[in-house]
């Protein structure tokens, strides 16, 4: 099962746009990295990077690896790497709802900055290799419609969540809100 991040302590530093995409661009690194190659990859000075990664540490989502210093330090993320971190369902008697919607805020600026930056990017319009989406849906669905978006979206997951390979060249982010609806009737 994937990695969960269900600390009160996790989910604030996760709240950081900055130290999202800093957990996500070490997965997307394979799970170890320098600070030079987590800098490059986040398109960052790597001096403005030890402040997060200490945060990170101190939570116990990354740890230095070896005894190297400066830009050479390696870092790996904890527990299992080979699948990407997960924010457990929030559970409403253990996590005060405003950290869980600082967290969101933060995947969700990420998003847009990443969105922002792909709109600049000059992409081929092509609707069958389509690589800039922005939607939002809202309908009605049965459970068993419920379990296969649950599947669907983890298996989108699972492929954005690949090494980089002689055929994985395109980076990419995915990112997604589901919530049920209140239906005001």
């Not at 030079?36 to 986040?42: L, P, S, V």
């Not at 983890?154 to 002689?166: F, I, K, M």
Request: aromatic share 4%.
């Amino acid at each position: 099962s994937h990695p969960t991040i269900t600390m009160p302590a996790q989910i604030n530093a996760l709240a950081s746009p900055i130290r999202h995409e800093l957990i996500d661009t070490l997965f997307a690194l394979g799970g170890e990295a320098s600070v030079a190659e987590i800098a490059e990859n986040c398109g960052r000075h790597a001096d403005g990077l030890y402040y997060h990664i200490s945060i990170l540490e101190k939570v116990g989502l990354l740890s230095a690896v070896g005894k190297a210093t400066g830009r050479n330090r390696r870092y790996r993320l904890c527990g299992d790497s080979t699948l990407p971190l997960r924010m457990a369902e929030p559970n409403v008697d253990a996590v005060d709802p405003s950290l869980t919607l600082a967290y969101v805020d933060g995947l969700l600026g990420i998003t847009k900055d990443d969105f922002e930056a792909a709109l600049c990017m000059g992409l081929p319009n092509d609707q069958q290799h389509r690589l800039l989406w922005a939607a939002r849906n809202k309908g009605w669905v049965s459970e068993k419609d419920v379990a296969e978006i649950s599947a669907l979206l983890e298996r989108l997951c699972l492929l954005v969540s690949q090494a980089r390979s002689s055929e994985r060249q395109r980076l990419m982010s995915l990112a997604f809100v589901l919530a049920p609806q209140d239906a005001k009737q």
